[in-house]
């Protein structure tokens, strides 16, 4: 089935089998019943004897939409409900073999129980009056992955893990119905919706196991597309579950590289490669990273059905797993990763709104844990500009005390005695001189008031020889070290009170 816009621009030209007049897709490489190698052709859908025609009283046939293996898609109009939908008709010459046309209803019915958005609405079912067995979907609109991938090239690694993550949800529903789709591939997985509100719809159910028992199928052929068949059921052996598994692989590899694993020139010799050859390493293109998908794929492409994913839901799990620890890892997404995820067309009012509050209060809380980091750092600032300034005044404070501690030396001139004073012989050069050279004992001679003088002098001169040269003033430290004492007061007496200190 093809989507109406999709059709108009992709199946006016085809691929037709050229031994069973078969018409298919243009993706199409090999005729699924006898595995011929198919060639382009071109469809008149004008010519199709069913258009404008009405099914059951209820169905207007508008126009064909596309051909497939199994049979032909129509868009048609519910006369009483004015809806439109589509409508798939199996072949005349597969609804000529009676067990077939009861597996194509039964399957469409199996596919109608299967509860899940992403598998296609399965709403009506019936036979025309030719005895063609047919049944009504919805009418899909949008485009094929196969369609994106051959439009756009290999998909981000991202939104290849989410489509596929979809895929996986929608077959575990299904395989929990006990249908296994067995025909897995681009063309019946369909993108509809724009943008964040994109979905899938995974359509064709059971046609492999439709038609595979056909008469009309080649001995030694095995039904279905031979790029995306499990080795299990390459071989012709009965299959489970993980075929599909397998099949997803293959499909999440076509969409982050652009080509599957395993190519050839004939049909059998895919097949053979799916049995034998180890996949080729995953290898994205440039400005992308695998991450963990190549490791999800591999053990998804494993030729026993044992060593691959169990289930679908395991599957999806890993992917699940892989696209949270790659938000995480990324700094611009850690504040979206503690978000919770919700499904696609999943959200009603009340959801919103208590995604909105969250947010709200999310936000409110950062920026209160924000502040708190601010006065942090603030106070840890200002602690280290004070730490800063203690040691640098500590330090000019040493240096200073280093400097006052040792005072230049200072000179002391003695006091000139009365002698001195009065006799020319005494004060000449050479008695300075030589006093000069013991400057210890003139302080020595006048600190005893009580020794006699052998020269008179008045009291003024007295005082004057008591008095010392001013000099620099000693340190703090200095002065406690070694004290000087009192001083006596001057006593005035004769001349038998004094005596000359230069004299010896």
Known sequence: MAAADTIKEINVTV?????????FGIDAAFCPFDGTALSTSTWDRATDPRARITVDDRYEVLEPLGEGGMGTVYAVRHVKLDRRFAMKVLRR???????????FLQEAKATAAIAHPAVVAITDF???????????????????????????????????????????????????????????????????????????????????????????????????????MSPEQASGEAIDARADVYSLGILLF??????????????????????????????????????????????????????????????????DDATLRERTASPKNVERARQPTLKLGSMTTADRIQRSVSLRVEAEANRKRRGVLVAVLATCGLLAVGAALVAVTG????????????????????????????????????????????????????????????????????????????????????????PVAPRSPPRLGGADDFKDPWKR
């Not at 595979?212 to 052929?221: A, H």
């Not at 290898?283 to 679908?312: C, F, N, T």
């Not at 050069?429 to 002098?457: C, I, M, Q, Y």
Request: hydrophobic share 45%.
């Open 93 to 103: 010459d597969l609804a000529a073999d009676s067990d077939l046309a009861a597996r």
């Open 254 to 319: 076509e969409m982050v590289t652009g080509r599957v694993p395993f190519e050839a020139d004939s049909y059998m010799g895919v097949l053979t490669k799916h049995i034998f050859e180890a996949p080729p390493p995953l290898v994205v293109p440039s400005g992308s990273e695998p991450g963990d998908l190549e490791g999800i794929v591999m053990r998804a492409l494993q030729k026993a059905p044992a060593a691959r994913y169990a289930s679908m839901s395991a599957f999806a799990r890993a992917l």
């Open 15 to 23: 691929k037709r089998c050229a031994e069973c007049g078969a018409r």
């Open 395 to 482: 330090s000019t404070e040493t240096a200073a005390s280093a400097r006052t501690a040792a005072p230049p030396p200072s000179v002391q001139m003695p006091a000139p005695s009365a002698t001195a004073a009065s006799d020319p012989e005494v004060a000449s050069p050479g008695t300075a001189s030589a006093a000069s050279k013991e400057p210890e004992a003139a302080p020595a001679a006048s600190a005893d008031p009580t020794a006699p003088a052998t020269a008179a002098l008045p009291a003024s001169a007295a005082v004057t020889a008591k008095r010392s040269p001013p000099s620099a003033s000693p340190a703090p430290s200095a002065q406690r070290a070694a």
């Open 126 to 228: 019936g036979t025309m009056d030719d005895g063609s067995p047919y049944f009504v979907m919805e009418l899909l609109e949008g485009e094929t992955l196969a369609t994106r991938i051959r439009a756009r090239g290999p998909l981000p690694p991202a939104t290849a893990m989410g489509i596929a993550k979809r895929i996986a949800e929608a077959l575990e529903a299904s395989h929990a119905a006990n249908v296994i789709h067995r025909d897995l591939k681009p063309d019946n997985v369909f993108l509809v919706g724009k943008g964040a509100a994109e979905d899938i719809r995974i359509v064709d159910f059971g046609a492999a196991k439709i038609v595979g028992g056909s008469k009309l199928t080649r001995p030694g052929i095995v039904f279905g597309t031979p790029y995306y």
